[in-house]
């Protein structure tokens, strides 16, 4: 089946650090895949997206690349920041379901 | 645009008693999900609706909950009876197309 795997939190790094946080994920046919962001005591919020092979998702200096030969879809940010300290979750929805399956989710600590 | 509205925000039963949660999704979106986030996990779903038709439940423990979407806008989550194991939070979460949009969630905590 389906299914999403990401590396396990807690992830702790200092303030303008270079963050990395892999997913990969198996999936039939071509999945859209996501990154959902949670922060403390609030609901999920889309991060970012891509929808087909090569694509780059990009917001607030987060990016991900849908790497179809790898399976992967790896979160990188350039310079973190302590308003990043969240929950990143990796998601993929397969064509036509519009039924989101999630990862585990990876907890970011930014130290000032 | 107003984002999905859940409420309550916080509830605490005791385990065998029942408990509703509500779900208003962003206006004209015809897909509503409902997930449970277990601390520590990531959101699995219950169900999923297109407009008030179910998509999924194939996880959904039917012997204890239930859902509904009348007339295809506001949602209902049922437990009765609850269980410790049932303490999460209770995701909704609305859908045009790809993106969902997700509500602050229901944190249900049963003793």
């Known amino acids: 089946g389906n299914s999403v795997t990401q590396m396990e939190g807690p992830v702790t790094l200092s303030e303008e650090a270079f963050l990395t946080i892999n997913c990969t994920y198996t999936?039939?046919?071509?999945?859209?895949l996501f990154w959902y962001v949670q922060y403390p005591g609030e609901g999920l919020q889309l991060l970012l997206k891509?929808?087909?092979?090569?694509d780059k998702g990009s917001n607030k200096g987060f990016e991900a690349t849908y790497r179809k030969e790898t399976t992967s879809f790896h979160l990188e940010k350039g310079s973190v920041q302590v308003s990043d300290s969240a929950v990143y979750f990796c998601?993929?929805?397969?064509?036509?379901?519009?039924?989101?399956?999630f990862g585990t989710g990876t907890r970011l600590k930014v130290l000032a | 645009e107003a984002g999905v509205a859940q409420s309550p925000r916080y509830k605490i039963i005791e385990k065998r008693q029942s408990v509703a949660f509500w779900c208003n999704p962003i206006?004209?979106?015809?897909?509503l999900y409902w997930y449970q986030q277990i601390l520590g996990q990531g959101p699995k779903l219950l169900i999923q609706?297109?407009?008030?038709?179910?998509?999924?439940d194939s996880q959904l423990p039917k012997d204890r909950f239930s859902a509904e979407r009348l007339k295809g806008v506001d949602s209902t989550l049922k437990i009765q009876p609850a269980k410790l194991e049932d303490s999460a939070v209770y995701l909704c979460?609305?859908?045009?197309?790809?993106?969902?949009?997700f509500g602050q969630g229901t944190r249900l905590t049963v003793v």
């Open positions: 891509a929808t087909k092979a090569d």
């Open positions: 206006s004209g979106h015809a897909t």
């Open positions: 979460a609305s859908s045009l197309d790809t993106e969902a949009f």
């Open positions: 999936a039939t046919g071509y999945p859209s």
């Open positions: 609706f297109q407009n008030n038709g179910v998509v999924d």
């Open positions: 998601a993929l929805i397969t064509s036509g379901t519009y039924k989101y399956i």
